[in-house]
């Protein structure tokens, strides 16, 4: 019998490309490699490829000095029909922020709106609140952006 602790059970697959085990739950082998410095965030390693990535690589939280209830606060603001100024006046953060926050919760907005709906506990009208002002708001989003919210806000209109 092994001594030691067990080993706990990670959520977390391969974020690389290039990797044999990419997005695979099957014979993954990830480890714990410790946290970035400057977000916190823990950092995870492939023992295939060796590619050291973090939990929130391709989601709206990637790259972001925002901690999650950060944005979650964002959110429950653009709920509340709040403008970019006045949430900028509300939480501290810069427009400009707040402005990226946008365009990148529209690149990924039926994730968002799954995480929306389920973790927040928001309403499909009040995520559709939520996509009409970012496309309000945001008038030069990229096609990507575009095509993800027109799916997102015909799904949320059959409900």
Same mark, same amino acid.
């Given at each position: 019998?092994?001594?030691?602790? #067990?080993? =706990?059970?990670? *959520?977390?697959?391969?974020?690389? #490309? ?8 099957? $014979? ?9 410095? %400057? &977000? ?26 925002? &901690?999650?209830?950060?944005? &979650? *606060? ?7 029909? *709040? ?12 427009? /400009?922020?707040?402005? *990226?926050?946008?365009?990148?919760? !529209? ?6 709106? $799954?995480?929306?709906?389920? /973790?927040?506990?928001? =309403?499909?009208?009040?995520? $559709?609140?939520?996509? &009409? ?10 096609? !990507?952006?575009?095509? =993800?919210?027109?799916?997102?806000? !015909? %799904? =949320? %209109?059959?409900?």
């Amino acid at each position: 019998m092994p001594k030691g602790r #067990p080993k =706990s059970q990670l *959520n977390i697959v391969c974020q690389n #490309p290039k990797c044999t085990h990419y997005l695979k739950e099957k $014979d993954k082998t990830i480890i714990k490699r410790g946290k970035y410095k %400057t &977000t916190g965030h823990q950092r995870y390693q492939c023992k295939h490829c060796h590619t050291l990535f973090m939990q929130t690589k391709g989601t709206p939280l990637y790259r972001k000095h925002l &901690t999650e209830q950060q944005i &979650t *606060n964002i959110c429950k603001h653009i709920v509340e029909k *709040n403008g970019i100024r006045s949430i900028e006046r509300l939480t501290g953060h810069h427009r /400009d922020t707040i402005g *990226n926050l946008l365009e990148d919760m !529209a690149d990924h907005a039926s994730d968002l709106n $799954d995480y929306l709906i389920k /973790d927040l506990g928001l =309403s499909t009208f009040e995520c $559709d609140e939520i996509w &009409t002002f970012i496309k309000k708001k945001k008038r030069r989003l990229s096609e !990507a952006a575009k095509l =993800s919210l027109k799916a997102v806000t !015909a %799904t =949320s %209109t059959r409900l």
